[in-house]
């Protein structure tokens, strides 16, 4: 299954023989089968045409619309025949707390193993005393995640992993700034941006 992504506004579409093309500036960048499609992501004020709208409603495929930075706009789907799996099982585990302290731990391991990637990749060039506590820490605080005693817990060691790690964002960008190239605002969208593709991702 693949997404398309769509951030130019002279794109054009075309529906054949049950595959989708997709052209820019009159050239043919993209021809796959509608089956194979999971979802689009528009950047900016892009309108898909009649033909491809009838096509994601008929074979329910998801439309994420954000904004060029982006930034959440909207979500475009046929909910009404969307079931939900899922639905008794979430109703029935609502009270179940093992489950639900289960669930918050694999979250906010998978938030802290993030964060420690992204400041990982950032220090492969360049790296300080603050940067190096701040990928010790994290990684002690996965470790110690299994122990933490209820939900509670898990939301402290969250929050202490995101203080000593927007210190060592900052200590980041103190040195990547003399570079014209990256800049605060490029690194803000990038966070935004994967914040909001893991947003779609949860809630599809």
């Known amino acids: 299954m693949s997404t398309i992504y769509i951030t130019e ?14 052209f820019h500036q009159q050239n043919q960048r993209i021809c796959i089968p509608i089956r194979n499609l999971s979802q689009f992501i528009i950047f900016g004020n892009i309108s ?21 930075t982006g930034e ?47 400041l990982q990749s950032w220090t492969r ?4 005393h603050t940067t190096q506590r701040a990928l010790n820490y994290l990684t002690l605080l996965m470790d110690n995640l299994p122990i933490a005693p209820g939900i509670d817990e898990l939301h402290e060691y969250s929050e202490e992993a ?14 990547y700034n003399e570079c014209p190239r990256t800049t605060a605002k490029r690194i803000s969208q990038l966070i935004n941006l994967g914040n909001q593709l893991l947003h779609q991702l949860t809630i599809h």
């Open 125 to 128: 060039h360049h790296a300080n």
């Open 162 to 175: 995101d203080n000593i790690y927007y210190c060592a964002l900052a200590s980041l960008l103190t040195f």
């Open 48 to 68: 898909l045409p009649k033909q491809v709208i009838q096509i994601v409603h008929s074979h329910q495929i998801p439309v994420l619309y954000l904004t060029q």
């Open 72 to 118: 959440y706009l909207g979500r475009l789907e046929n909910p009404s025949q969307l079931q939900a799996k899922y639905l008794t099982s979430q109703r029935r585990r609502a009270r179940d707390t093992e489950f639900n302290r289960a669930t918050a731990e694999s979250i906010i391991w998978a938030k802290l193993h993030n964060q420690h990637t992204f």
């Open 9 to 22: 506004q002279d794109v054009s579409f075309k529906i054949q023989h049950h595959y989708l093309k997709v």
